[in-house]
């Protein structure tokens, strides 16, 4: 992007600057503090929640060996001795 595009860049997205909110979190209103507040226990929340692990597979896969040597007949090439080496493995 160019210095004659920079105006295309905004802090805003979906909103107008005078609909989004702005609060500082030390602000006299309140308002950052609160939702400082509603962070933190957003963040303890999900930290107190176990860590799953990431789901594998739900099946194995299925194939006949003809289906198999058809598929692997319709490649443009000849495999290495090591490449049909680790196939067989």
């Keep these: 992007m160019c210095g004659a595009q920079l105006h295309l860049i905004g802090?805003?997205?979906g909103?107008?600057?005078d609909e989004a909110p702005l609060h500082?979190?030390?602000s006299a209103?309140?308002?950052g503090q609160a939702q400082g507040r509603r962070a933190g226990a957003r963040h303890r929340r999900r930290s107190a929640e176990p860590v799953?692990?990431?789901r594998g597979p739900r099946g194995t896969h299925r194939y006949s060996a003809h289906?198999?040597?058809a598929f692997a007949a319709s490649?443009?090439?000849e495999e290495t001795?090591?490449?049909r080496a680790a196939i067989h493995a």
């Design 67 to 69: 289906d198999y040597e």
């Design 11 to 13: 802090r805003y997205t």
């Design 15 to 17: 909103v107008s600057a």
């Design 75 to 77: 490649f443009g090439f």
């Design 52 to 54: 799953r692990p990431p």
């Design 24 to 26: 500082r979190l030390g």
């Design 81 to 83: 001795p090591d490449q």
């Design 29 to 31: 209103s309140g308002e």
